[in-house]
């Protein structure tokens, strides 16, 4: 059986509730994220075993999600931060265009922040990281919404703007994988099966 690559957003956050743009602000999951993140726990134990690598963002909310998982972190690495927002961090995307019409974090500058390139060799090199684990065993990637996103796109060889037409919302999962040798999204924004 062919190995997968799984990505795993954190729970949700205060600020992902309101729309705040969060890349390095440091913030804690919800009593709802921790909730999302042990079911996620649940929706990924039947999808894989035991993966053989599990990286992590070095967040606070990302690592969460993956102790409340159930996953045991094997590393943590700033490529898999979340984009770096610049002078948006802790906006909404409302409040950034009443100076910058029209922005979005696809098609925009964001000031003091990544580019898509800053944000697509980033990727690259998470993904080369992942490919050269993958032969051994599943691989899990925990980290954050627009940067998975981006992760996708890249996966299957599109634009890291390509992630626009990706969701994945707080503690969903993405799995990506090969259909004979062309890489593949196998499932996208499976979402955790919260209990009553």
């Known amino acids: 059986m062919a190995h997968r690559l799984f990505l795993l957003r954190h729970g949700q956050t205060e600020w992902s509730v309101n729309g705040r743009h969060t890349g390095r602000t440091d913030i804690p999951l919800t009593a709802a994220g921790e909730d999302q993140a042990r079911a996620a726990g649940g929706t990924l134990r039947t999808l894989l075993g035991g993966p053989k690598l599990v990286i992590s963002s070095p967040r606070e909310r990302a690592q969460r999600t993956a102790e409340l998982a159930g996953l045991r972190v094997d590393e943590l690495t700033e490529d898999l931060g979340e984009w770096d927002y610049g002078a948006y961090e802790g906006l909404t995307t409302p409040k950034i265009r ?4 029209g922005w979005t974090v696809w098609t925009h500058a964001i000031p003091g922040g990544e580019s898509a390139a800053d944000v697509a060799a980033r990727a ?3 993904l080369d990281r992942a490919r050269r684990e993958i032969d051994n065993g599943d691989v899990v990637l925990v980290g954050h919404g627009h940067f998975s996103r981006v992760l ?5 060889g599109l634009s890291s703007t390509a992630g626009v037409h990706f969701g994945l919302d707080p503690a969903g999962i993405a799995v990506l994988g090969d259909e004979r040798g062309e890489p593949q999204v196998e499932h996208l ?3 955790p ?3 009553g």
Request: net charge negative; no cysteine; aromatic share 6%.
């Open 98 to 101: 009443e100076t910058d019409p």
């Open 193 to 195: 099966a919260l209990e």
């Open 152 to 156: 996708v796109a890249r996966w299957v």
């Open 189 to 191: 924004n499976l979402l």
């Open 124 to 126: 690259d090199k998470v």
